[in-house]
């Protein structure tokens, strides 16, 4: 089930937005003048996916429909409290006046509706309080390190890739009547690539069992990426051995049950093992051996089944790399086709990955341009932070990229579809990204209906 179509009415009080997605690319681009929307419509689906109602309280608008395959439509309104905003105090700078309604349309007819409500956020800013000391007043507020306060929605805005998730499931209340639409709703990955890209801020200060204040802590995502990807290749190291284990320990029990008839033949044999090699050495750059990978094991018809076996073995041990070897190479070849200057990248299982110059001295990532640093974390979040059938959105992908490198990103994208099975909704003020894609470019000027 894939997204179609989003249809806003309303937005700001004076957009109305019909705007379908490409299904035959997968990839959708949002054009038109600044203050049209581009980077609120990516941060409404963000926003719905990952159960940000609070997000919808202080927008603008209407009416926001969002159309599936299947003949499906989630659907969210905004309704006036009335006397109930009374029953508690105004959050949000008042916008606690709405409950925020979301509805499942199937067929035609509505089965499955949510409202976010008193009583949810209530439940909701109880849950933050675990973790978030909350003051309240005109406004409830929460506290920064520095005994500073800020307003809890635009905490929340600003800092809710570091909240829990579990504070966010709270949210939802599944029940009968809305265990639908929370099923159409997590059956859909969404992914938000931001403007900001080169640091990340941690914002969350932990004090005892759980964060009670918070401070900013800058870290440069260039070499939090690399310390990750180090992790990554360590966790496939780890569940590789772990195959082999099993593997080793069974191997004399399934060599002495095996039939003749299923020995492979010499030219099945050298075949697959010379695949198998090719993988080995591709592992071997980035220092991940496996014992065996100078041996050339002769084929002779009394050792056929003991070659069988082991072959069958090995590309079991190497099968747990695959994907991730399919990812580095693209990672890889990406990259050099950038023609950084004068430098190219570096795999290795110790640093995640690095740079070295054409003379073999190794740069510190931060020594990267601005446009080779977005470039690498802009990959990088493309192809190993995201998970097969997930709309990826990406605000603004032409920040400090060289104009011939903007020219090439549709077709990056494409690419990395095709390994990572995803789909991309894009806002961009770059005809240069665009390049000769217009096809799948949505112009917010030209769709609203209140042209100014």
Same mark, same amino acid.
């Given at each position: 089930?894939?997204?179609?179509?989003?249809?806003?009415?309303?937005?700001?009080?004076?957009?109305?937005?019909?705007?379908?997605?490409?299904?035959?690319?997968?990839?959708?681009?949002?054009?038109?003048?600044?203050?049209?929307?581009?980077?609120?419509?990516?941060?409404?689906?963000?926003?719905?996916?990952?159960?940000?109602?609070?997000?919808?309280?202080?927008?603008?608008?209407?009416?926001?429909?969002?159309?599936?395959?299947?003949?499906?439509?989630?659907?969210?309104?905004?309704?006036?409290?009335?006397?109930?905003?009374?029953?508690?105090?105004?959050?949000?700078?008042?916008?606690?006046?709405?409950?925020?309604?979301?509805?499942?349309?199937?067929?035609?007819?509505?089965?499955?509706?949510?409202?976010?409500?008193?009583?949810?956020?209530?439940?909701?800013?109880?849950?933050?309080?675990?973790?978030?000391?909350?003051?309240?007043?005109?406004?409830?507020?929460?506290?920064?390190?520095?005994?500073?306060?800020?307003?809890?929605?635009?905490?929340?805005?600003?800092?809710?890739?570091?909240?829990?998730?579990?504070?966010?499931?709270?949210?939802?209340?599944?029940?009968?009547?809305? =265990?639908? @639409?929370?099923?159409?709703?997590? #059956?859909?990955?969404?992914?938000?690539?931001?403007?900001? &890209? *080169? %640091? $990340?801020?941690?914002?969350?200060?932990?004090?005892?069992?759980?964060?009670?204040?918070?401070?900013?802590?800058?870290?440069?995502?260039?070499?939090?990426?690399?310390?990750?990807?180090?992790?990554?290749?360590?966790? =496939?190291? @780890?569940?590789?051995?772990?195959? #082999?284990?099993?593997?080793?320990?069974?191997?004399?029990? &399934? *060599? %002495? $049950?095996?039939?003749?008839?299923?020995?492979?033949?010499?030219?099945?044999?050298?075949?697959?093992?010379?695949?198998?090699?090719?993988?080995?050495?591709?592992?071997?750059?980035?220092?991940?051996?496996?014992?065996?990978?100078?041996?050339?094991?002769?084929?002779?018809?009394?050792?056929?089944?003991?070659?069988?076996?082991?072959?069958?073995? $090995?590309?079991?041990?190497?099968?747990?790399?695959?994907?991730?070897?399919?990812?580095?190479?693209?990672?890889?070849?990406?990259?050099?086709?950038?023609?950084?200057?004068?430098?190219?990248?570096?795999?290795?299982?110790?640093?995640?990955?690095?740079?070295?110059?054409?003379?073999?001295?190794?740069?510190?990532?931060?020594?990267?341009?601005?446009?080779?640093?977005?470039?690498?974390?802009?990959?990088?979040?493309?192809?190993?932070?995201?998970?097969?059938?997930?709309?990826?959105?990406?605000?603004?992908?032409?920040?400090?990229?060289?104009?011939?490198?903007?020219?090439?990103?549709?077709?990056?994208?494409?690419?990395?579809?095709?390994?990572?099975?995803?789909?991309?909704?894009?806002?961009?003020?770059?005809?240069?990204?665009?390049?000769?894609?217009?096809?799948?470019?949505?112009?917010?000027?030209?769709?609203?209906?209140?042209?100014?």
């Amino acid at each position: 089930m894939k997204i179609t179509n989003i249809k806003i009415e309303k937005l700001f009080g004076r957009f109305d937005y019909n705007i379908n997605l490409d299904q035959e690319d997968d990839i959708t681009i949002l054009t038109g003048p600044n203050g049209y929307g581009k980077t609120t419509i990516l941060n409404i689906i963000y926003n719905l996916f990952n159960f940000r109602f609070f997000y919808f309280q202080k927008l603008k608008f209407e009416r926001i429909t969002i159309d599936f395959t299947e003949n499906k439509s989630v659907i969210i309104n905004k309704k006036n409290r009335g006397l109930e905003s009374l029953l508690i105090e105004n959050i949000h700078n008042n916008s606690a006046r709405f409950n925020i309604v979301v509805e499942l349309k199937e067929n035609e007819s509505i089965n499955s509706t949510y409202t976010y409500d008193t009583k949810a956020e209530k439940l909701f800013l109880s849950k933050l309080k675990d973790y978030i000391d909350i003051t309240s007043g005109s406004n409830f507020l929460i506290k920064r390190i520095d005994f500073n306060e800020v307003e809890v929605y635009n905490f929340l805005n600003e800092n809710q890739d570091n909240i829990p998730n579990e504070i966010f499931d709270s949210i939802k209340g599944v029940d009968s009547s809305n =265990k639908k @639409l929370f099923e159409t709703i997590n #059956a859909h990955n969404v992914y938000l690539i931001k403007e900001q &890209r *080169l %640091i $990340s801020i941690n914002q969350l200060s932990n004090e005892g069992a759980g964060f009670k204040s918070y401070k900013n802590t800058y870290l440069k995502t260039i070499e939090a990426y690399a310390n990750e990807f180090k992790k990554l290749i360590e966790e =496939k190291q @780890l569940e590789a051995y772990t195959i #082999a284990q099993q593997l080793d320990s069974s191997f004399p029990k &399934r *060599l %002495i $049950s095996m039939q003749e008839s299923e020995a492979l033949s010499e030219e099945e044999f050298k075949e697959r093992y010379l695949k198998l090699a090719i993988k080995q050495k591709q592992l071997q750059k980035l220092g991940i051996t496996f014992g065996e990978e100078d041996s050339n094991p002769e084929y002779d018809d009394s050792s056929a089944n003991v070659l069988t076996v082991y072959l069958q073995d $090995s590309e079991k041990k190497i099968r747990v790399y695959d994907e991730l070897l399919e990812k580095i190479n693209l990672f890889e070849n990406i990259l050099n086709e950038k023609r950084f200057a004068f430098k190219e990248i570096i795999i290795d299982k110790t640093k995640g990955f690095y740079f070295q110059t054409d003379t073999k001295d190794i740069l510190n990532l931060s020594d990267l341009s601005s446009g080779e640093q977005h470039e690498v974390v802009l990959l990088y979040q493309l192809l190993f932070k995201t998970e097969p059938n997930t709309l990826i959105l990406i605000d603004e992908p032409e920040i400090s990229l060289h104009v011939m490198w903007q020219k090439a990103f549709i077709a990056d994208l494409q690419k990395i579809g095709e390994i990572n099975k995803t789909s991309f909704l894009i806002a961009t003020h770059s005809p240069q990204i665009i390049n000769n894609s217009w096809d799948l470019a949505r112009d917010l000027y030209e769709l609203s209906e209140n042209k100014q």
